[in-house]
């Protein structure tokens, strides 16, 4: 639909700008005026392209971060539940955030409730910043004229999505330190430090172990071609990054990262964690089952798991409880669908929906508390080989040459 920009006047005399979309330039003033504006200048709209602005976007700079949106969920629960007026209260949010990418998205947000849309038709316009979930319980809490719970209810979801995440987190942060700091001791050890045991080696003429022959061949390739070893990781690297991104790319690596030895397992019980809450949080707003499964599907972050939800959806539609799609999608262990058919059968879905989520976030936590103690026998045993095999490389030839300089 064409998009025209707009100069309006509200009631009290205030001249307001924007942009709004309309079948034609008098179906674009027809909508100011039955938002209470009087037109003064309506044209077609003139898209303007800012290239740094096109290149920030597409690099995802300044997005906001999943604290940004858990502020602005919270600031707009104690909005709506004040009774301020939605555009005031959202102007001076604009205002007052820090998040310049994130305050002109709000502004944007205005800039459509003026223009007649609703607070979810707003935020749909917003795809990179706003989930489908989010959407969909923001459309829900406007139709039954609860927009306040709609709010909160998101903002208890978000953050527990965040401290569920910020475990996870914090729980890898040790072994990829190790891991890196391993590497780079390699490095120095293979660029710097072999080379000059080899000059000594060198200089006798006898026959090396094989360690050091092995550890010498890959310190000379490594001395010699290191550009274009970095050059040929940050290219791997970058390749691997842009391959994920793609759809196919995204699918095999979210359906092989959940069979990861330890880690798998523990991001495997979150996303369904995330899943049981959602879907919780959706059919309790009055979400029906079809449409909260499709928008969780979404809200899931991984591509593996989103078809299988899917699949329950469409096992939903023709027909099928949810317990058996629930079965069928081999997702949950036996003692979860017995929940799930426990609550189909009550009536009592939402809350024991809520009390799977419960469930699998104590196993997420448990699992958390043990992955240090799983880890680190893994992490030593893996240092200690390559310790040995640097040891053997380096002091076998130096026993040898401590023989030599005996007899």
Known sequence: MPQFDYKARRGDGRLVEGTLEAASESGAAQQLSQAGHTPVEVRPHRQQVDVIDAIRQRLDWGRPGMTDIILFTRQMHAITRAGIPTIQGLTRLAASTANQ?????????????????????ALARHPR??????????????????????????????????LTIDRVKSAMRYPTIVIIAVAVAIGVLTVFVIPAFAKVFSSFDMELPLPTRMILGLSGFMSTYWPAVLGGLALAWGGARFWVRTHRGRLVWDRYKLRIPVVGPILLRATLARFARAFAMATRSGVPVTQGLLAVSRAVDNLHLSGRIRAMNTGIQRGEDLTRTAANAGLFTPIVLQMLALGEETGQLEDMMEEIADFYEREVDYDIGRLGDLIQPVITVILGVMVLILALGVFLPMWDLTKIAGR
Do not use: P
């Not at 502004?107 to 979810?120: K, N």
């Open 129 to 162: 910043t706003f989930s489908t979930l989010y959407i969909n319980m923001v459309r829900v809490g406007e139709e039954s004229g609860r927009l306040d719970e709609a709010f909160w209810r998101l903002f208890q979801y978000l953050e527990r999505e965040k």
């Open 101 to 121: 990418h994130f305050a002109e998205t709000i502004r944007d947000i205005v800039d459509d409730l003026e223009s007649g849309r609703d607070m979810a038709g």
